[in-house]
């Protein structure tokens, strides 16, 4: 039996070898980087390395347009799977995902792919792809009472270069896994009575749970118009976020979910466009799942959003 037969995968899947974690974003995240996807429906299959545990797994992943699913582990020599993580050389503390060298490249060859032995091989059950939010486990504002001082945060759009988020980041001790991973900031989030928000004492802040799903900045201004003309929760003036209010929200620690943020937040909106460009060009983004501020264009790839409000 041989890799997909033993993963029961639909049509003819084939191996792209040329993919890697690094070009997963813009490919599949950007509603289709590469040419030859034409349809949400289509998948593609890579082998990558998961770096993030103690142990550096070898996988296989499923991708298509907005979709990603780790199918299966492959249990490759661990000296081997070693080697090629050291090989990356040094690499920043949100990059623990790699791509697979020509060594394991040859290893898979022959012992995963032309072969009928399937026991290197060990499926992996598929999860949700999607968030379904409970109660958000937080208390009321009333039973945490009035002792929490308040912090007032930048509010208005703004345009920075690095060593201005650098600044900004410390200024007031915002966590940022890369500029400033031991800040110390923390909000004091409480269940904002809807179940579809929380309010943040310390900011002021009233924020969604969850969000818009990945667009350009230009479609989700639009929704944010849209939404703000239903009046989501009871409120008209939803907002796109400062880049230090949503850097607000980061915690040092990952949550069950994978992302440094309250587990009350839906995962469904990983990284955020927040309210700030960058100089000379490009926007600003929060990313909860690798703990960082970052920029990029933000027409494609695009990226997800999650709005506030002031509390009066």
């Known amino acids: 039996m041989g890799l997909f037969e033993k993963l029961d995968l639909p049509g003819i899947p084939t191996i792209d070898w040329e993919m890697t974690p690094e070009y997963t974003f813009g490919t599949f995240e950007s509603w289709g980087g590469k040419e030859r996807i034409r349809s949400g429906k289509e998948r593609f299959y890579y082998f990558f390395i998961d770096a993030w545990g103690e142990t550096p797994r070898l996988c296989l992943m499923e991708r298509g347009i907005k979709h990603a699913r780790v199918v299966a582990e492959i249990l490759a020599p661990r000296e081997m799977v070693q080697r090629c993580v050291d090989r990356q050389g040094k690499v920043a503390l949100y990059e623990r995902t790699h791509g697979i060298d020509q060594e394991l490249r ?167 466009f927040v309210d700030a460009t960058r100089r000379p060009g490009g926007y600003w983004f929060v990313d909860y799942k690798h703990g960082r501020a970052y920029w990029a264009s933000g027409t494609i790839p695009g990226g997800f959003g999650r709005l506030c409000r002031k509390e009066k």
Request: contains cysteine; proline residues 5%; hydrophobic residues 35%.
């Open 106 to 272: 040859d290893w898979l060859q022959k012992n995963v792919i032309d072969t009928d032995d399937d026991s290197k091989i060990i499926p992996l059950e598929p999860e949700s792809t999607e968030d379904l939010l409970g109660p958000s486990g937080l208390p009321l504002a009333e039973e945490v009472g009035k002792n929490v001082v308040q912090v007032h945060l930048p509010d208005q759009p703004a345009e920075y270069i690095e060593e201005e988020v650098v600044a900004l980041v410390h200024e007031f001790d915002l966590v940022d896994h890369e500029r400033n991973p031991e800040g110390s900031f923390q909000g004091c989030l409480v269940d904002g009575g809807d179940g579809e928000t929380v309010v943040d004492l310390v900011t002021g802040l009233r924020w969604q749970r969850r969000g818009f799903d990945i667009m350009s900045n230009r479609m989700l201004r639009r929704e944010i118009d849209s939404l703000n003309r239903t009046g989501f929760a009871g409120h008209s003036d939803w907002r796109l976020p400062t880049l230090a209010e949503a850097l607000s929200l980061m915690q040092k620690d990952r949550n069950a979910k994978g992302q440094y943020v309250h587990q009350c937040f839906s995962a469904d909106q990983p990284f955020i």
